[in-house]
């Protein structure tokens, strides 16, 4: 097995080899190659990774590059995590928002178009790669905002077998089974619960937990709700969440707590991206290291926790043919009746050799539809505007979200907007 990893440099990579060292009996990597476009850092994580291996007696070759096509030639597994800008590109969204009294996170809001709007063109260039030099290739894409990105794939390369995935789905499930192992006395593992959630990534609601095959919610949302009531701040109003039955994600605080967001905003710096470049500046200094050969604590500090378990298991899933269900962002296919089948959504699929398949769910109720239809064009018109350099589609994006500007001051946000990135979004300048 060949794997490339589209952001080698990132510091999240050591803890993806960490996953692939952990399961090598089942995912039998031969090579990764980790490629980057910014030398030093891919160095410097590389060598760091390099050891990792080397220190697990694993013969996985490592291989760093900078060269999109070699990387991924021949490749059964292409991994994406790049970010185009860097961290200071999220800073710049994050401000960008503080100036216009907006949500500036990154993967929602206009924080999440105007990466969206750098991150798209790149994806689709990927994708001609994987298309021309790697056709049987599962492409997983990690890059925010991911479904949306995952969108754009599913229109504009929709021969690639590819799959936006994300950690929170996952990081839900866990914290259930931790909060069901206090509870019964006993450990469960990933394997031993399901989750059933559906919506757009970011902006999903969970309505079901089975635990070794038995309908748990009644168990599971009493928990959520009781500690939602014991909250002096709570994210979600608690007389609303118990009417709905459903647990929402958690990024779903910046629609229904907006006031209390912006102001959080209002107090930067630092912003969320200057406490991250703070956290891996730290991290890199370790991992430059020569003498360090162990994964340091500080990474969870920097998020993304489980992230190599998500990875890896869809991967072995998929490689070995095992038929697991995993929740992931694909085009559903019509597997959710009455919605657009060429829709996008985070849900549950069924993970095999023939790739990422969805899997048949209920639709939400109408009360959840009606956000989640008007994200969803917001999405489909800011994949127009990244692909096209289009900035009447990017104007209605903005207008359309209900995150955005109102009408008469999208105008000098979009504008903003393209000015703060203009080195990165050239089709809009031309």
């Not at 990774?49 to 694993?58: F, I, M, P, T, Y």
């Not at 710049?92 to 100036?99: F, I, N, V, W």
């Not at 958690?250 to 969320?272: H, M, V």
């Not at 190599?308 to 009746?337: L, Q, Y």
Request: charge should be neutral; glycine fraction near 6%; aromatic fraction near 8%.
């Amino acid at each position: 097995m060949k794997v490339a990893v589209i952001g080698g440099g990132s510091t999240y990579t050591p803890e993806l080899i960490k996953g692939f060292l952990e399961r090598i009996e089942r995912v039998p990597v031969q090579e990764i190659w980790l490629m980057d476009i910014d030398k030093t850092r891919l160095d410097i994580v590389g060598g760091f990774v390099k050891r990792l291996v080397e220190n697990s007696k694993s013969k996985i070759q490592i291989i760093l590059s900078d060269d999109l096509v070699q990387s991924i030639s021949g490749a059964n597994i292409v991994i994406t995590q790049f970010r185009v800008g860097q961290m200071q590109a999220r800073r710049a969204d994050e401000y960008l928002g503080k100036r216009h009294h907006l949500v500036g996170e990154e993967t929602t809001g206009i924080g999440g178009m105007s990466k969206a709007l750098r991150s798209i063109p790149v994806i689709l260039e990927i994708c001609d790669v994987i298309r021309l030099h790697a056709p049987k290739a599962l492409l997983l894409n990690f890059t925010n905002p991911s479904g949306l990105i995952m969108e754009a794939i599913q229109r504009y390369a929709p021969k690639i077998k590819a799959v936006g995935v994300c950690n929170s789905a996952f990081t839900t499930k866990m914290k259930i089974l931790q909060h069901l192992s206090k509870l019964h006395g006993k450990q469960y593992n990933a394997e031993d619960g399901e989750l059933l959630t559906l919506g757009l990534n970011h902006l999903t609601w969970h309505f079901g937990f089975k635990l070794n095959g038995e309908d748990v919610w009644d168990e599971v949302f009493a928990v959520y709700l009781k500690q939602l009531r014991a909250m002096p701040e709570p994210p979600f109003h608690p007389d609303s969440i118990e009417r709905q039955r459903m647990i929402p994600n958690d990024y779903l605080e910046y629609y229904f707590q907006k006031k209390r967001k912006i102001a959080l905003q209002d107090a930067w710096p630092p912003s969320q991206a200057e406490q991250v470049m703070e956290i891996e500046k730290n991290l890199l200094l370790q991992y430059a290291d020569s003498t360090f050969k162990i994964i340091p604590g500080e990474l969870m500090q920097r998020g993304g926790a489980y992230y190599s378990s998500v990875a890896t298991s869809i991967i072995d899933s998929f490689w070995n043919d095992r038929g697991e269900t995993h929740i992931a962002n694909v085009s559903h296919n019509g597997m959710v009746k009455g919605w657009e089948k060429e829709w996008v959504l985070e849900m549950p699929c069924r993970v095999d050799k023939r790739g990422v398949n969805p899997l048949p769910i209920q639709p939400l109720p109408l009360y959840n539809y009606a956000l989640l239809e008007q994200v969803k064009q917001y999405e489909l018109m800011t994949v127009e505007a990244a692909v096209h350099g289009d900035r009447e589609a990017a104007f209605q994006a903005l207008v359309t979200h209900p995150l955005g500007p109102t009408e008469d001051n999208a105008a000098t946000v979009l504008e903003d907007m393209l000015q703060t990135h203009q080195r990165y979004l050239p089709r809009f300048f031309l």
